[in-house]
């Protein structure tokens, strides 16, 4: 997931909750602009608003517990520092990647043993290993508390209900009381959520900051309104929902004007099942042997 230090949002390539390098790190976030539309048309099972809500953070929380699935998948990531395409394959020591794109080029032999040899240090030390599952740890309790925040932190309406989806509006309960300065971030945004009326999962937030989130009189830092992020999520098989898409462009300052800027955006696609048995060991050899790209039906070029 990206991690703004203040604003969480869960990265591509895992689960709502799920996963923290959604690039290198991350928790989550939510939200786009909010209609005080009325309430839509008739929604099937006559539920109401707020127990779609419930039941879309209860799905979600109950997967990012018991959804254990692991994916291989093409991940290509834009900021104003980096426009790299990897594969990533999951494993359960942990993720590992091999960058095949690097500014729209193939990497270098030279950049490409770098890569090489990042990915055998990851595999080779379990010091770093945990540090990375720790990160992941972190983000991943950051997503799910703003996810059981969700029903309370706003007011929802139902502005839409066709093609299998309901779409939902929200905007800032006037009753929430933030406790932390994610929650107050989270307290200052609206936006739509769709979701998917079948499974009852989350196919899209998308959202925007309504007005500027000041912290310590604006000494220890400050975002900026009009901040906005989107994310878009599929079932890429078997019931495992992703985030395939994410999403932010948010700006501000913190701690006696150091720049806040995060202008991200994450696509992943190519999802196949991780085979069974393969380890960090056997994932570091399928991403070195060409294996991986050939699982994914891509074609993978280094420089000579």
């Not at 990897?86 to 032999?109: C, F, H, T």
């Amino acid at each position: 997931m990206i991690d703004t230090g203040l604003l969480p949002v869960p990265r591509p390539g895992r689960a709502f909750t799920k996963r923290t390098p959604l690039p290198g790190r991350i928790s989550c976030a939510i939200f786009l602009s909010a209609s005080l539309l009325a309430v839509a048309p008739r929604i099937a099972s006559a539920q109401s608003v707020d127990e779609i809500v419930r039941k879309v953070v209860h799905n979600e929380l109950d997967a990012d517990f018991n959804d254990h699935t692991a994916w291989m998948y093409r991940d290509a990531y834009k900021s104003p520092e980096k426009d790299i395409v990897k594969l990533v394959i999951e494993a359960p020591q942990g993720n590992l990647s091999e960058i095949i794109e690097d500014g729209g080029r193939p990497p270098s032999a030279e950049e490409h043993q770098s890569d090489l040899n990042r990915i055998q240090q990851i595999v080779s030390d379990p010091a770093l290993r945990a540090r990375m599952k720790k990160n992941e740890q972190h983000d991943g309790q950051q997503a799910r508390d703003m996810m059981t925040m969700l029903p309370n932190a706003f007011v929802w309406h139902i502005i839409d209900h066709a093609n299998g989806d309901i779409t939902l509006s929200f905007y800032p309960a006037p009753s929430f009381s933030p406790d932390s300065m994610n929650a107050k971030v989270l307290a200052a945004m609206s936006g739509i959520l769709v979701v998917d009326e079948h499974s009852m999962r989350l196919r899209k937030l998308s959202g925007h900051l309504d007005h500027e989130v000041v912290f310590g009189w604006g000494l220890l830092g400050r975002i900026n309104s009009g901040g906005t992020f989107e994310i878009v999520r599929q079932d890429v098989g078997f019931g495992s929902w992703q985030i395939t898409q994410m999403h932010v462009h948010i700006s501000g300052h913190a701690l006696f004007f150091k720049n806040i800027g995060d202008q991200e955006d994450e696509i992943t696609s190519d999802y196949h099942r991780t085979p069974d048995g393969v380890d960090l060991n056997k994932a570091a050899e399928m991403l070195r042997n060409g294996e991986a790209a050939r699982e994914l039906h891509l074609e993978v070029h280094f420089g000579g």
